[in-house]
């Protein structure tokens, strides 16, 4: 079946460890995003890109990283930088023209 | 910087009732916008709005989108408790980063029986 998978879907890091979220899709869509919810919050865009090897920060890149070697993946790294970094990450993507976005499960980072 | 802000951020209501949820915006080069329902985890889509004064419909939800003045309503009517969720306004530029897709911070609504 078509779809994006998050993994994993509950993670717990130590304060100042780097951690990475993964994110797969499988429906050939170009573009991919992060977004970071608080409580309250809504979403709120982390990275995005449009191709392969090419990305953007959106609104809250500080402390974190991302990469883009296969058009399938789109793995965010969290840094040891990221003030705040307990959160719910959610994934998603899209196509190239002005569709919607489908959405991963989402993970729900926990650092203690 | 584009900005979505959606109104209220928070509403109760009875079964039955109607509601209306807003959504105002300012986006450099508009393209569509979008509204999704999150209950759990994954957002689920809803609407996509291109043009103005076209009302988009599903069953009890319907929305329209203004782009004179910058803003969509969501209309639900004969609220269920199965309607609770945050509702999720997200608008996309056709700029240069023309993927670009900004949400605003949801409105909670939690329907009572």
């Known amino acids: 079946d078509g779809g994006i998978t998050q993994s994993p879907k509950y993670l717990f890091r130590k304060e100042g460890q780097n951690v990475t979220l993964s994110c797969e899709q499988n429906l050939n869509h170009d573009a991919m995003y992060w977004y970071r919810q608080d409580p309250g919050q809504g979403l709120r865009l982390i990275y995005y890109s449009q191709i392969v090897n090419d990305f953007q920060k959106g609104d809250i890149a500080e402390g974190y990283s991302v990469s883009r070697e296969k058009k399938e993946s789109f793995p965010l790294t969290v840094t040891s930088a990221q003030k705040n970094p307990t959160a719910f990450y959610l994934c998603a993507s899209s196509t190239r023209v002005s569709t919607e976005a489908f959405f991963g499960q989402g993970t729900r980072l926990t650092v203690v | ?113």
């Not at chain 2, 949820?21 to 985890?41: A, D, G, H, I, P």
């Open chain 2, 1 to 113: 910087e584009d900005k979505v802000v959606q109104s209220p951020l928070s509403l109760v209501v009875h079964e039955g009732d109607t509601v209306t949820l807003n959504c105002s915006y300012e986006v450099t080069n508009f393209r569509s916008l979008l509204w999704y329902k999150q209950e759990k985890k994954a957002p689920t889509f809803l609407f996509m709005l291109t043009s103005s004064g076209i009302e988009k419909k599903s069953g009890r939800l319907s929305s329209i989108l203004d782009k004179k003045e910058l803003f969509s309503i969501l209309n639900i009517t004969a609220t269920q408790t199965g309607d609770s969720a945050i509702y999720l306004c997200a608008v996309r530029n056709s700029g240069g980063s023309n993927y670009k897709l900004t949400f605003g911070k949801g409105t909670l609504l939690t329907v009572n029986p």
